[in-house]
């Protein structure tokens, strides 16, 4: 349990010296949301029926944004092969690679969908089931993501492959996502989107592992 | 470290499809060092990845202490400490930062690590600015600071000066002494006293 949380440090560090890189996805989820006003128009009405759906489809294409780097780095300097020698199992270091991804994206993500629905003109009283899907939906793309970029590594295009691999399988996330901020009674979608974390949670990091040691080899 | 005995019993690798070496056997004692010699692409990186059990072998069993080793691989890796080709530095981050998470598996200290190679007064310089023989150093270091019991070098002199290998050396040697397995694949000389080669292809 030290060991995940020291490799949840060390990705910390290593993320906040690389600013750039990870400010990138946030700054991209702001830049692509502040789109949609301008090619749809300012319509309030039009907006706010759109925003539920506009935040869903911006922070899932900027959770996928830093994937290809949240193993590719580690792959190419020998890192990864240190990280399977620490005596951390691979589903181990996967699960400390999700939990940082999720802070580093998903968390921002989080923060930053409050404001930028609200500007988009959502319903105040669809905010909270915004949100409220927003927190296991973002988790769930983070597991996902980690389990995706780590079956992709050592392919020969990962960056193409990773998205068309991702997308599909991030569907049911966006599908309740939206759901929930578009009904009265979002409870049923919630529910959902939790046990589709629940499900993600075991599954992905065993899939990453078992896609990290066949990278390794 | 007393017992650790490390055996390997008729190994076998196969890299894409081609036979790298087979009926491979060797044991190794504690206080033994292995000398892994042959040309380039000889499989002498396939060896050590194999043992490290990043590889899984194609035939034959490794065995530490009599028993399969390679059944329970993050057991097994906490009894390697493994130097590839590629160093695994951060250039990001410091000297002393690139070694921190080696030293939360170890409990190792960082300073003593850095300083058993010569790199304390580079303790909080970037790695960015780091030569080629200094990363390879602080790879080494990392090695020391692991306090398993078998090392597995991979060319470990590579971009180091004379005064480094000499360095290396009695870092290998104080290792063996206190009842610690070394395998060093190498094609350049590095003396070490009562090795066993062992020259693949």
Redesign the interface.
């Known amino acids: 349990m030290t060991l995940l949380l020291a490799l949840v440090r060390r990705e910390l560090a290593l993320a906040l010296r690389h600013g750039s890189d990870t400010v990138a996805s946030l700054l991209f989820f702001l830049v692509v949301t502040s789109l949609f006003p301008l090619a749809i128009g300012p319509s309030p009405t039009t907006l706010g029926r759109l925003a539920p759906g506009i935040v869903w489809v911006a922070a899932l294409l900027a959770t996928l944004l830093p994937l290809d780097r949240l193993f590719g780095a580690d792959f190419e300097d020998g890192s990864l092969d240190q990280l399977l020698l620490s005596g951390l199992s691979p589903l181990g270091i996967a699960a400390a690679k999700s939990a940082a991804h999720w802070l580093l994206t998903g968390l921002p993500l989080l923060l930053a969908a409050g404001p930028i629905a609200i500007m988009l003109q959502i319903a105040p009283a669809r905010l909270p089931a915004l949100l409220a899907g927003l927190l296991p939906g973002t988790i769930t793309l983070s597991l996902l993501g980690t389990a995706g970029a780590a079956l992709v590594l050592g392919s020969r295009r990962p960056g193409t492959l990773l998205p068309l691999l991702l997308l599909p399988l991030a569907t049911p996330v966006l599908i309740f996502g939206t759901a929930a901020a578009e009904t009265d009674a979002p409870r049923p979608e919630l529910l959902l989107l939790t046990a589709l974390l629940a499900a993600a949670a075991p599954l992905c990091p065993l899939a990453a592992g078992a896609g990290l040691r066949a990278a390794a080899e | 470290m007393g017992t650790n005995v490390l055996r390997a019993e008729g190994l076998a690798a196969i890299r894409a499809d081609r036979l790298v070496f087979r009926d491979l056997f060797f044991t190794l004692a504690p206080g033994g060092a292995l000398i892994v010699r042959g040309p380039n692409g000889a499989g002498k990186s396939t060896l050590l990845?194999l043992i490290?059990?990043?590889?899984?072998p194609a035939a034959g069993q490794l065995c530490w202490q009599g028993e399969n080793a390679l059944l329970d691989l993050?057991?097994h890796?906490?009894r390697?400490?493994?130097l590839?080709?590629?160093?695994?530095?951060?250039p990001?981050?410091t000297a002393a930062?690139n070694l921190?998470?080696?030293a939360?598996?170890s409990g190792g200290s960082i300073a003593e690590a850095l300083a058993a190679l010569d790199l304390a007064r580079l303790a909080d310089l970037s790695a960015r600015l780091f030569s080629a023989g200094q990363k390879r150093r602080l790879a080494l270091a990392?090695i020391v600071l692991s306090k398993a019991p078998l090392w597995l070098l991979d060319e470990p002199t590579n971009a180091l000066d004379l005064a480094a290998i000499a360095c290396l050396a009695r870092l290998i040697a104080a290792h063996r002494a206190a009842g610690g397995l070394v395998i060093v694949a190498s094609h350049a000389e590095l003396s070490l006293p009562e090795a066993t080669d062992l020259t693949l292809g």
Not at chain 2, 52 to 56: N, Q
Not at chain 2, 84 to 90: E, S, T
């Open positions: 990845r490290a059990g990043l590889l899984p993050p057991l890796a906490r390697i400490a493994y590839g080709h590629q160093d695994a530095i951060k990001a981050l930062e921190g998470f080696a939360s598996v990392r």
